[in-house]
């Protein structure tokens, strides 16, 4: 029978990441629009059988350490090694059981966390593993693989079993793995079956493989606009400037093709609609080039960690003609998202003369952009 004991995730986040470079240290750089520390934060605390979740930080990283995980997360400043670091946070534990875990390794399976904390029933500590598919050498000589496996954390330990091998621990050695320090103090340590997308980021490189791991999910979006027709106005389209006796009138430059494709793109993320993020009582946007609306909107899903991969915009009007620069169109609306121009589609209508396009009393336009975006909680 399983006990129902308090269990505590402990992240360790305190180290300089000095092989991952960068001027942020790895475990706050972004991957998929979130921190990589975030991503194990959420696995553990979503987790049902995850009770707390404490997480070691370095000296004076509290406000990123905020900032990426909100105000609600419980943060203890860590230490000069690991081995410090997992100390300090264990004084914070309260559970009678603690899986202690790198923030350096984002993606934390449930079925993981599952397996470590069913093997604590018979043992007193559990670590995940992976065996070693690879022939290795040591300068240029084979080494035997057999019993050999890659060590991965979550690590599952009886809180007090984990507390003792750190208390009697020699202060002048190193140990980068709580697991061989139980192990060595006598305890009771058993294998799990480890998963690779529990592989650690170390390396510059390892964040290109992070990201291919990333789960996607597609969203689609419409988005829809009219402005009126006047004579004396400018005829933007698509941010290009169109020959023709009247132009579309409206606050900005009330280019209602790029204004449906940010109301699309807007859509995507749930952002609201162009008029949330600039509002037309607000003079700043007098006059103002869409181009921009249209570039804030691909920024807010590029911050979300989306990327477009698809726009399709339909103009309705009897004049201009639109065949002749939907080129220009394509390009120029490719050029503003940073996409290929096969990502982009451009078509047009007529109402048959009917309705107020069909009067040319004004122009409307809708599209459909189509994003992926890391996958999100259901
Ligand atoms: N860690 C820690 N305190 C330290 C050192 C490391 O909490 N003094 C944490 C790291 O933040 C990381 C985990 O231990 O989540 C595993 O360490 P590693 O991957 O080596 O990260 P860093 O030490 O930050 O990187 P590097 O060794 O490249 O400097
Ligand atoms: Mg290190």
């Known amino acids: 029978m399983t006990d129902r004991l308090r269990t505590t995730a402990l992240i360790v986040a305190a180290g300089s990441g000095s092989r991952a470079g960068g001027a942020v240290p790895k475990q706050y750089v972004l991957l998929g629009g979130k921190p990589l520390l975030r991503w194990a934060y959420e696995a553990f605390a979503r987790h049902p059988a995850i009770d707390e979740v ?51 390794r984002p993606f934390v399976p449930a079925a993981v966390i599952d397996r470590v904390i069913a093997a604590l029933d018979e043992a007193e500590g559990a670590y995940p593993v992976l065996a070693v598919a690879d022939t290795l050498v040591r300068d240029g000589a084979v080494v035997p693989r057999d019993g050999l496996a890659r060590v ?13 091998a750190h208390a009697g621990w020699p202060a002048d050695e190193e140990a980068t793995d709580d697991a061989q320090m139980v192990r060595r103090l006598g305890g009771r340590v058993v294998l799990v079956q480890g998963d690779a997308m529990l592989d650690k980021v170390t390396h510059p490189q ?16 419409s988005g829809f606009d009219v402005h009126r027709l006047e004579a004396g106005e400018d005829l933007w389209l698509g ?20 204004h449906a494709i940010t109301d699309a793109l807007l ?19 007098r006059g103002a080039e869409s181009g921009q609306f249209l570039r804030h909107a691909a920024g807010l899903v590029a911050e ?17 003609k639109i065949g002749p620069h939907r080129p220009a169109m394509r390009a120029r609306i490719a050029e503003l998202l940073a996409l290929p121009e096969g990502r982009v589609s451009v078509k047009a209508t007529t109402t048959e003369r009917l309705g107020f396009t069909g009067r040319e009393e004004g122009i409307a336009a809708q599209a459909v952009a189509t994003i992926s975006l890391p996958e999100q909680p259901r």
């Open 239 to 258: 941010g290009v400037l169109i020959p023709h006796d009247k132009g579309l009138s409206g606050h900005s430059d009330a280019d209602v093709a790029l």
């Open 152 to 164: 991965q954390t979550p690590q599952g330990f009886r809180t007090e079993v984990l507390r003792a």
């Open 206 to 221: 390892d964040f290109a493989a992070a990201e291919t791991r990333l789960a996607f999910e597609t969203r689609s979006a």
């Open 267 to 285: 859509g995507t993320i749930a952002a609201g609609d162009i008029g949330t993020h600039f509002p037309p009582s607000d003079p700043q946007w």
């Open 54 to 104: 404490v997480v070691v930080i370095g000296a004076g990283a509290e406000a990123q350490a905020r900032a990426a995980l909100g105000d609600g997360a419980r943060l203890v400043t860590g230490g000069a090694s690991r081995r410090e670091s997992v100390a300090r946070g264990l004084a914070a534990v309260d559970g009678a059981r603690v899986l202690v875990h790198d923030a350096a």
């Open 304 to 320: 979300q960690g989306g990327r477009i991969d698809f726009i399709d915009l339909t103009l309705i009007c009897e004049a201009p």
